[in-house]
């Protein structure tokens, strides 16, 4: 699932080749992807993009009479840019906005339909879509502590949750923990002062540095390739791998469709995470699915 370095990374292509430019038709393949009726799609055409904004893990397009276009890519949503007017080939092509200069093409891998379109007008439609997470780059430690701790929860389900953390999933969330040195199924309530300076530090770090090097390479190019498995990342995906830190193989906890990688001799004093009482653990704490997880909202 794009997380916040991706959807910056997104926001920082688009924003040379739509901004200030009308979209001039909207093309759906699929009628399950528009989640809105109201204002009709057709009340977009000829509008002039004004801005992009990030909104946790959505795109949100903004454009004249104060309407938005609101995208959640979700799993195996993409995005690509083609040349303007360019045919939806295939079953995974979901829908193409057209732009004088070119076309922005979304398409989802697999048979599940989980992206959505959604169509708002006015700042309060579009402020009612955000789950409410923090931002952690303008929150100090206090907010982010308090954040954190509304519920004793393990760290990487409050890292992963949407009303508590804006943009971070399963593959930032495991670089995260790994940066900090703490594992990934400590209670939040548990973290000591030193621990909680820690983990705010890494969240920000491994977030920066990823925000950094994804937006300098869509500068160059289109994102047409994004992925949660890097090679440069340090546990994420790298089962079986060296930890680029101690030289330990990493380990991985899988459960529901999750999956967590972690350093056992940097982040668990040593101890393999893979028991029976951890999977009720984390089935007591996770949602199901990732679906149900980014269907959170702040109440």
Same mark, same amino acid.
């Given at each position: 699932?794009?997380?916040?370095?991706?959807?910056?990374?997104?926001?920082?292509?688009?924003?040379?080749?739509?901004?200030?430019?009308?979209?001039?038709?909207?093309?759906? !393949?699929?009628?399950?992807?528009?989640?809105?009726?109201?204002?009709?799609?057709?009340?977009?055409?000829?509008?002039?993009?004004?801005? #992009?904004?990030?909104?946790?893990?959505?795109?949100?397009?903004?454009?004249?009479?104060?309407?938005?276009?609101?995208?959640?890519?979700?799993?195996?949503?993409?995005?690509?840019?083609?040349?303007?007017?360019?045919?939806?080939?295939?079953?995974?092509?979901? +829908?193409?906005?057209?732009?004088?200069?070119?076309? #922005?093409?979304?398409?989802?891998?697999? +048979?599940?339909?989980?992206?959505?379109?959604?169509?708002?007008?006015?700042?309060?439609? #579009?402020?009612?879509?955000?789950?409410?997470?923090?931002?952690?780059? +303008?929150?100090?430690?206090?907010?982010?502590? !308090?954040?954190?701790?509304?519920?004793?929860?393990?760290?990487?389900?409050?890292?992963?949750?949407?009303?508590?953390?804006?943009?971070?999933?399963? !593959?930032?969330?495991?670089?995260?923990?790994?940066?900090?040195?703490?594992?990934?199924?400590?209670?939040?309530?548990?973290?000591?002062?030193?621990?909680?300076?820690?983990?705010?530090?890494?969240?920000?770090?491994?977030?920066?540095?990823?925000?950094?090097?994804?937006?300098?390479?869509?500068? !160059?190019?289109?994102?047409?390739?994004?992925?949660?498995?890097?090679?440069?990342?340090?546990?994420?995906?790298?089962?079986?791998?060296?930890?680029?830190?101690?030289?330990?193989?990493?380990?991985?906890?899988?459960?529901?469709?999750?999956?967590?990688?972690?350093?056992?001799?940097?982040?668990?004093?040593?101890?393999?995470?893979?028991?029976?009482?951890?999977?009720?653990?984390?089935?007591?704490?996770?949602?199901?699915?990732?679906?149900?997880?980014?269907?959170?909202?702040?109440?």
């Amino acid at each position: 699932m794009p997380e916040l370095p991706d959807i910056a990374a997104y926001i920082i292509a688009l924003e040379s080749r739509i901004v200030g430019q009308p979209i001039e038709h909207i093309r759906l !393949a699929s009628p399950f992807l528009l989640r809105t009726v109201e204002p009709p799609l057709s009340s977009v055409e000829g509008r002039v993009v004004r801005e #992009l904004r990030r909104i946790g893990k959505r795109i949100a397009i903004g454009l004249e009479a104060d309407l938005w276009l609101v995208l959640h890519l979700m799993i195996a949503g993409r995005l690509h840019w083609r040349i303007s007017g360019a045919k939806l080939a295939g079953r995974n092509q979901l +829908a193409a906005f057209d732009f004088p200069n070119g076309s #922005l093409v979304l398409t989802e891998a697999g +048979a599940k339909r989980r992206a959505s379109l959604h169509l708002f007008q006015g700042e309060q439609s #579009l402020r009612d879509v955000d789950p409410g997470g923090i931002d952690v780059f +303008a929150s100090d430690l206090e907010s982010f502590q !308090a954040a954190l701790t509304v519920e004793n929860r393990t760290l990487k389900r409050a890292l992963t949750d949407p009303r508590i953390v804006s943009g971070i999933g399963n !593959a930032y969330s495991d670089e995260i923990l790994h940066a900090a040195q703490l594992s990934p199924i400590m209670l939040t309530r548990k973290l000591t002062p030193a621990e909680w300076e820690r983990l705010l530090a890494a969240t920000r770090a491994v977030l920066q540095r990823w925000i950094d090097q994804l937006k300098s390479e869509a500068q !160059a190019k289109f994102p047409e390739k994004v992925t949660a498995f890097r090679k440069d990342m340090a546990v994420h995906g790298k089962f079986g791998q060296p930890c680029p830190r101690c030289g330990e193989k990493i380990q991985r906890i899988r459960y529901a469709d999750n999956e967590t990688n972690y350093c056992a001799q940097c982040q668990t004093g040593g101890k393999v995470l893979a028991d029976r009482g951890l999977s009720r653990l984390l089935g007591a704490d996770w949602p199901r699915s990732l679906d149900e997880l980014e269907a959170l909202k702040r109440r």
